[in-house]
């Protein structure tokens, strides 16, 4: 089989990549690799609002929002196979399966990845207590409620305060579910303020902070959960236990980016995000290979990873096109300073930037009334002030493609309290 | 009679089924009854998976000669029943000049245990073999014969073909009492009441109370917990052989091993418990488990952890195997104490328990016996055209179900459908491999519990984890607004 690019993944990402790159050279042929039954990923399962503010100027669901995507498909020059897990992937070959081709390969020119990610699992926690029934990551406990249409649980403790544990907070209690606390290791939330706000304190539920799970007990089924306080280097203190009675855990302790397939492909991972490094033009370190979405960084609103993965497929689309440029200078290197995670993109080439520069970061701490500098070669270029930046909410700035110009060898992005 | 057997097996973990095997070699009715809803439910599903060479046993006693015995079948074995076994070899690493000599001694035990082939290393040559063995490695003794073993396949396995051979199987059936009624016995379970000639006692940690119910002659097993971290599969390559502390007084101590799955394992440790049934995991259980494995290995990759589990060992006070009749009570035969090398020793044991009671009801051999058993086809062990074949033919073999461990629903189904099938996401897990990966079934569990309960009539909500009340799901939506 041949295509000329080759999406693994078709939810959000995946999508938006394909349009936009068909979009750019309607000559080229597409091919997405969805390994479940339908396109959407994990929108699908994502039925409260919230999505497309940024996109479409209004508030879907996950499944309408991506119903505006998989409409466009029809017009375009986009194939795609369901039921198809990609096994392996090369610099120009992708290897999947499924039941009509058995195993198959299919040769291209470029590739994007839009694997996605996955939610850290009790075991890789190291959480204490029995292992009976009853624990969930917060994703699956979504999945078996919204679209099986049953109750993992009736009263639930949550661990850790990621999107997902606050919107399933939220839909358990409206399923007629108790949920008696949701405990946080950190002393902050790892989620969107609004989600707090909508999803917790409009319903009293508790939000503990410093605060983890030290025992699971019942042996068949979940009984109770041991929880503590803990101290500032994330132990749990002794005298601040509480029993709390329940019948479920769940769990929305971090996403990992699936990225077993880029390591395979020797794409260079950044150990910050756990995704791969990218350019630009979200090109990997392996030329060809593209990377977009929740595998190349978890984001918290759809509608960025919508607006990075258009990029990652036009990008992809001039790469099988034209003949790039010649760079007669080194990339300019993107540098995390003070109080600042990682960056996305990591390094770029300025010839290649549309009209303006968008940078995606995330904070290491919670900092009030901070600022953000741009620093172009060591020097301050912006100094711009934040009421509040979280390591739960992704920061941006924005270069103008013509102040690249100024730039020798890199920009760093820093993060100095007021 | 239908519940009348000539032999009652307790217990389907690996000793019983071992046996059971050994004994369908014979004209008898055998019948396993089990107290789980699953084979391979207790100490036999959370153990190192490792088959010791037979060097730790003093010279002379059952645990020996089980060992050594054991280690020799296991090749075969594991050819006619399709069990993932590797030969690895085997490091007890010593790192402190001043403990060399109990290096020395457990090569002379081996010697006089009968292990072949081993040889003391200098620090030089350990570190060729293990380039990531901690710094202050001295010497240490290595065991070629050692290896690992799948202890789900090898127990689940040992069960399907005796069971093709025509060994009965029940499960959910604790045993309340076996009573002595003359020259028979009369077994109590929940839902009923089974006759037979001879009763053998496999029931791990609760064998000495079945021993108890029959003899005055007390036994008296100690639960030692072992708690155990798992790493992903990314890990392979870090180590290459079983390493092992010295042993102690407790036991062989925190092992760092790969296991047949490409997987490190590291634990476990030894605390005694009194705790039968339930092998929490403790954060000072974890905490030995990463101090213990760092004092052989250096920077093993904790954080790649993807579960921690915990066993249970059935250690007997005189810490010796009990593999005999018992004396007060004949008829009745014990398997007690089944602790490590239990797991390497289980098909020697078979053999050794199914002569005993063989002669004791002067048993005849089978005319036929099948001593193969095949495993769930694994398409991704196959040739890429036998693959496509298969699919072409089965497509559900095309279908992943479990991403991380590439698991098709075809073997999903063939786990559920077989003799002694799995009812349970853990008896899919143990048979198939589906959520035992990285993400440790948070995608699949839904579509496995999906195929459960279309291929066995189990309704959604009533599959378990791993039966009794381990429901996954507690109804509908909807049902209480």
Redesign the interface.
């Given at each position: 089989m041949r295509s000329d690019i080759v999406i693994v993944g078709g939810g959000p990402a995946g999508l938006a990549a394909a349009i936009a790159a068909a979009k750019e050279n309607s000559s080229l042929d597409i091919l997405i690799l969805e390994?479940d039954s339908e396109l959407g990923g994990i929108l699908n399962q994502c039925i409260h609002n919230g999505f497309g503010l940024h996109t479409f100027n209004e508030e879907l669901t996950g499944p309408e929002y991506a119903a505006r995507f998989e409409e466009q498909l029809a017009g375009l020059n986009i194939r795609y196979m369901l039921?198809t897990?990609v096994?392996d992937v090369e610099s120009s070959k992708v290897t999947a399966?499924?039941?009509?081709?058995?195993?198959f390969e299919v040769e291209c020119h470029a590739i994007v990845l839009c694997m996605g990610c996955?939610?850290r699992?009790?075991?890789?926690l190291?959480i204490?207590?029995?292992?009976?029934?009853?624990i969930f990551?917060a994703?699956?406990a979504q999945?078996?409620?919204n679209?099986?249409?049953?109750?993992?649980?009736?009263e639930v403790v949550i661990l850790g305060s990621g999107d997902i544990g606050l919107i399933m907070a939220r839909r358990m209690t409206?399923?007629?579910?108790k949920v008696k606390a949701v405990c946080e290791l950190m002393p902050y939330s790892g989620g969107l303020k609004r989600n707090i706000v909508q999803c917790l304190d409009d319903f009293n539920i508790p939000l503990l902070l410093s605060h983890t799970v030290?025992?699971?007990k019942g042996?068949?089924?979940v009984t109770s959960v041991v929880i503590a306080e803990v101290d500032s280097s994330l132990k749990p203190i002794p005298g601040t236990e509480q029993e709390i009675t329940c019948?479920?855990l769940l769990l929305s302790c971090g996403l990992i980016p699936e990225n077993?397939l880029s390591?395979a492909a020797d794409v260079k991972i950044n150990p910050a995000t756990n995704g791969p490094v990218v350019n630009e033009s979200f090109e990997t370190s392996v030329p060809g290979i593209f990377s977009c979405g929740n595998v190349l960084h978890v984001h918290d609103l759809v509608d960025y990873v919508s607006e990075e993965s258009s990029r990652a497929g036009r990008s992809a689309a001039k790469f099988v096109s034209y003949n790039g440029p010649e760079y007669s200078k080194p990339a300019i290197l993107i540098k995390a300073g003070n109080g600042v995670r990682y960056t996305v993109p990591s390094n770029v080439r300025d010839i290649n930037v549309e009209d303006d520069l968008i940078i995606r970061f995330r904070s290491g701490n919670v900092y009030k009334n901070a600022y953000v500098d741009v620093l172009f070669d060591g020097e301050v270029k912006m100094h711009r002030k934040k009421q509040i930046i979280t390591p739960g909410e992704m920061e941006q700035v924005i270069i103008k493609r013509r102040d690249l110009d100024e730039v020798d060898s890199d920009i760093t992005i820093r993060i100095m309290e007021g | 009679m239908n519940n009348s057997y000539d032999i009652i097996i307790i217990g389907a973990g690996v000793t019983g089924a071992a046996i059971a095997r050994e004994l369908s070699r014979y004209e008898c009715r055998v019948l396993v009854i089990e107290k789980d809803e699953d084979l391979c439910s207790g100490t036999s599903k959370a153990n190192s998976g490792i088959v010791h060479a037979g060097y730790d046993a003093k010279p002379g006693t059952l645990k020996a000669k089980m060992n050594i015995r054991g280690n020799g079948m296991m090749p075969v074995l594991a050819q006619e029943l399709d069990i993932p076994f590797k030969q690895i070899g085997s490091l007890v690493v010593c790192t402190d000049e001043s403990m060399r000599s109990g290096i020395e001694e457990l090569y002379q035990r081996g010697l006089t245990n009968g292990v072949p082939n081993m040889k003391i290393l200098g620090r030089e040559e350990v570190i060729q073999m293990e380039p990531n063995i901690s710094e202050n490695v001295v010497c240490a003794l290595f065991a070629p014969n050692a290896g690992i073993i799948c202890p789900f396949r090898l127990n689940i396995a040992l069960a399907e073909c005796a069971n093709q051979n025509g060994v009965d199987f029940v499960f959910d059936s604790k045993v309340l009492s076996v009573e002595k009624k003359g020259d028979h016995f009369e077994v109590t379970a929940p839902d009923e009441v089974y006759r037979c000639s001879a009763v053998i006692n496999c029931a791990g940690c609760h064998s000495d109370e079945l021993h108890n119910m029959v003899s005055d002659r007390k036994l008296h097993i100690t639960p030692r917990r072992g708690d155990y971290m798992l790493l992903d599969r990314s890990t392979k390559g870090f180590v290459n052989h079983v390493i092992f502390p010295q042993p102690t007084r407790l036991g062989k101590g925190i092992l760092v091993t790969p296991t047949v799955h490409g997987n490190t394992l590291v634990g476990p440790t030894a605390i005694d418990t009194d705790n039968k049934d339930e092998a929490p995991v403790t954060a000072d259980g974890l905490t030995q488990v990463s101090a213990g494995s760092a004092r052989n290995v250096e920077g093993v990759p904790l954080r790649q952890v993807i579960t921690g589990f915990s066993g249970l060992r059935a250690h007997e006070d005189s810490g010796e195997f009990i593999l005999e009749e018992v004396s007060d009570c004949p008829g009745f035969f014990d398997c007690v104490g089944i602790e490590s090398p239990g797991l390497t020793a289980c098909p020697a044991i078979g053999e050794y328990m199914a002569s005993q009671v063989s002669a004791k009801l002067s048993l005849t051999l089978k005319k036929e016996w099948n001593p193969i058993c095949h495993d769930v086809k694994k398409p991704f062990e196959m040739s890429a055209n036998e693959r496509n074949a298969l699919i072409k033919e089965h497509p559900e073999y095309g279908r992943i179900i479990c991403r991380c461990e590439t698991v098709t629903e075809g073997e999903i189904i063939d786990a559920v459908k077989r003799p002694l099938g799995a009812r349970s996401l853990d008896g899919v897990k143990r048979r198939t491999r589906a959520g035992m990966g990285r993400c440790q079934g948070g995608f699949c569990s839904p579509r496995v519990m999906e195929i459960i309960s279309r291929e066995t009539g189990i309704p959604l909500d009533e599959v378990t984890k791993n039966g009794g009340n381990s429901k996954i799901l507690t109804g509908r939506t909807k049902d209480e607004i």
């Open positions: 390994r039921n897990m096994l399966i499924n039941s009509e081709e058995g195993v996955r939610e699992p009790r075991g890789a190291n204490p207590g029995l292992r009976p029934a009853g990551t994703g699956t999945r078996l409620v679209i099986e249409g049953y109750m993992p649980g009736r409206l399923e007629g579910a030290i025992d699971i042996k068949e089924r019948d479920t077993e390591r | -």
